[in-house]
């Protein structure tokens, strides 16, 4: 058995999960030859409450929220979303109703936001007459930061973006034309997503694509060309996330993309990207599945993980690589994100004795909160105040 398998054996949550042995040795051995993934790794839970302090709170309001300017409309239903992640979004279908709501969140608090919104037929989000508008919160609240998700853009719309003041650009880079003919229902190419991030990186945004794994029906199929195109137009930081379809039709179902298959990409995203901040976001499926991602995800070395499963922290210390963690909600980790790690708000260091010691209490409580004293449900510290459930504000 390698060291890393037996150190794994080790993290009590972890120590019965399915892991592909010949995976974890190579990622093994790129470690020790390379130095890859000897970097620290940050985390985003609200679940660490021991390492709060006073300049970080607890999980309220959301830090950045998300606002679209079609409400819950897109006209192009693909077929993982049917434009129901746009739901529960803010909506501001004008200007001036944007202008009110960017107003109302700052006083509630907000960093920044995601702004984002349905798309045309053509992958367009059609931004044109938000732009003064954009302008004028910039100006008038120069440290409220605002993150757009971009959609496909040609070199004018890029400039118009860069000159409104948009902080970070974020667009799902897809390598197969399978993937964006029959799951977005689109006549555009693969070399359209390409130019939008060339477009993109010309400009004085941060740029932070995505690459969502498992978008063909759960099964991996243009990931890699998507990873070459990124090679070739570096952004400043690569969001990875896990196909999460749970509004796709009976007529097209999705199946769980495979666990190994996902780590494997993780190697090869940290090999082909070894300077670039690789994270993963919260949208992932839940279970034993996402304990497996998670692993992977740490012994590939990714930079940042937004709610890890449970033992993904002290298997990263295990590891001997630096840990952080940022005792805050998913919407914190977004902004981190967006902001393509430029060191604000980059969490705790705690050490593995401190990892050991906080989880066992968890666990020790979680089990008294779940099967109780007598009928008697125990709450603890711990448990207060915690967030949502992964998968929610930060998988747009």
Same mark, same amino acid.
């Given at each position: 058995?390698?060291?890393?398998?037996? &150190?794994?054996?080790?993290?009590? %949550?972890?120590?019965? #999960? /399915?892991?592909?042995?010949? @995976? +974890?040795?190579?990622?093994?051995?790129?470690?020790?030859?390379?130095?890859?993934?000897?970097?620290?790794?940050?985390?985003?839970?609200?679940?660490?409450?021991?390492?709060?302090?006073?300049?970080?709170?607890?999980?309220?309001?959301?830090?950045?929220?998300?606002?679209?300017?079609?409400?819950?409309?897109?006209?192009?239903?693909?077929?993982?979303?049917?434009?129901?992640?746009?739901?529960?979004?803010?909506?501001?279908?004008?200007?001036?109703?944007?202008?009110?709501?960017?107003?109302?969140?700052?006083?509630?608090?907000?960093?920044?936001?995601?702004?984002?919104?349905?798309?045309?037929?053509?992958?367009?989000?059609?931004?044109?007459?938000?732009?003064?508008?954009?302008? &004028?919160?910039?100006?008038?609240? %120069?440290?409220?930061? #605002? /993150?757009?998700?971009?959609? @496909? +853009?040609?070199?004018?719309?890029?400039?118009?973006?860069?000159?409104?003041?948009?902080?970070?650009?974020?667009?799902?880079?897809?390598?197969?034309?399978?993937?964006?003919?029959?799951?977005?229902?689109?006549?555009?190419?693969?070399?359209?997503?390409?130019?939008?991030?060339?477009?993109?990186?010309?400009?004085?945004?941060?740029?932070?694509?995505?690459?969502?794994?498992?978008?063909?029906?759960?099964?991996?199929?243009?990931?890699?060309?998507?990873?070459?195109?990124?090679?070739?137009?570096?952004?400043?930081?690569?969001?990875?996330?896990?196909?999460?379809?749970?509004?796709?039709?009976?007529?097209?179902?999705?199946?769980?993309?495979?666990?190994?298959?996902?780590?494997?990409?993780?190697?090869?995203?940290?090999?082909?990207?070894?300077?670039?901040?690789?994270?993963?976001?919260?949208?992932?499926?839940?279970?034993?599945?996402?304990?497996?991602?998670?692993?992977?995800?740490?012994?590939?070395?990714?930079?940042?993980?937004?709610?890890?499963?449970?033992?993904?922290?002290?298997?990263?210390?295990?590891?001997?690589?630096?840990?952080?963690?940022?005792?805050?909600?998913?919407?914190?980790?977004?902004?981190?994100?967006?902001?393509?790690?430029?060191?604000?708000?980059?969490?705790?260091?705690?050490?593995?004795?401190?990892?050991?010691?906080?989880?066992?209490?968890?666990?020790?409580?979680?089990?008294?909160?779940?099967?109780?004293?007598?009928?008697?449900?125990?709450?603890?510290?711990?448990?207060?105040?915690?967030?949502?459930?992964?998968?929610?504000?930060?998988?747009?």
């Amino acid at each position: 058995m390698s060291d890393w398998l037996d &150190r794994l054996r080790h993290v009590e %949550p972890l120590e019965d #999960i /399915a892991v592909d042995d010949t @995976l +974890v040795e190579k990622m093994e051995r790129s470690r020790a030859s390379t130095g890859s993934g000897v970097h620290g790794i940050n985390f985003y839970t609200p679940t660490f409450k021991v390492f709060q302090t006073s300049e970080l709170k607890d999980c309220g309001k959301s830090a950045w929220p998300a606002v679209s300017i079609t409400g819950g409309g897109c006209k192009l239903q693909c077929d993982h979303c049917k434009a129901k992640i746009l739901e529960p979004m803010m909506p501001a279908r004008s200007p001036e109703e944007l202008w009110r709501v960017v107003n109302g969140i700052i006083e509630d608090g907000a960093q920044g936001m995601l702004l984002t919104g349905g798309s045309n037929h053509q992958n367009q989000v059609e931004y044109d007459r938000y732009y003064g508008t954009i302008r &004028r919160i910039k100006d008038e609240f %120069p440290g409220f930061k #605002i /993150a757009m998700h971009t959609a @496909l +853009v040609d070199r004018d719309i890029a400039k118009c973006m860069e000159q409104s003041g948009i902080d970070a650009a974020m667009m799902d880079v897809i390598g197969a034309q399978d993937t964006i003919t029959q799951v977005y229902h689109l006549r555009r190419s693969v070399d359209d997503f390409e130019a939008t991030l060339e477009h993109l990186v010309t400009t004085d945004m941060k740029v932070v694509p995505h690459i969502v794994i498992g978008l063909h029906y759960g099964r991996l199929l243009g990931e890699w060309n998507a990873l070459e195109m990124i090679q070739r137009h570096l952004p400043d930081a690569v969001v990875l996330v896990v196909v999460m379809p749970f509004y796709a039709p009976e007529s097209r179902p999705f199946v769980t993309p495979d666990a190994h298959e996902v780590g494997r990409f993780f190697m090869d995203a940290r090999e082909a990207l070894p300077g670039t901040p690789l994270l993963l976001g919260c949208a992932r499926p839940p279970g034993s599945v996402k304990s497996q991602i998670d692993t992977y995800a740490v012994m590939a070395g990714l930079n940042g993980i937004a709610h890890p499963a449970d033992g993904a922290v002290e298997l990263a210390a295990r590891l001997d690589r630096q840990v952080r963690v940022t005792p805050a909600c998913c919407s914190i980790a977004v902004g981190d994100e967006v902001m393509a790690l430029d060191g604000t708000n980059a969490g705790l260091d705690i050490d593995l004795d401190s990892i050991i010691e906080q989880e066992r209490s968890r666990r020790r409580m979680a089990k008294l909160a779940t099967h109780g004293l007598h009928g008697i449900r125990v709450v603890s510290e711990q448990s207060e105040g915690a967030s949502a459930p992964a998968g929610g504000c930060c998988s747009a």
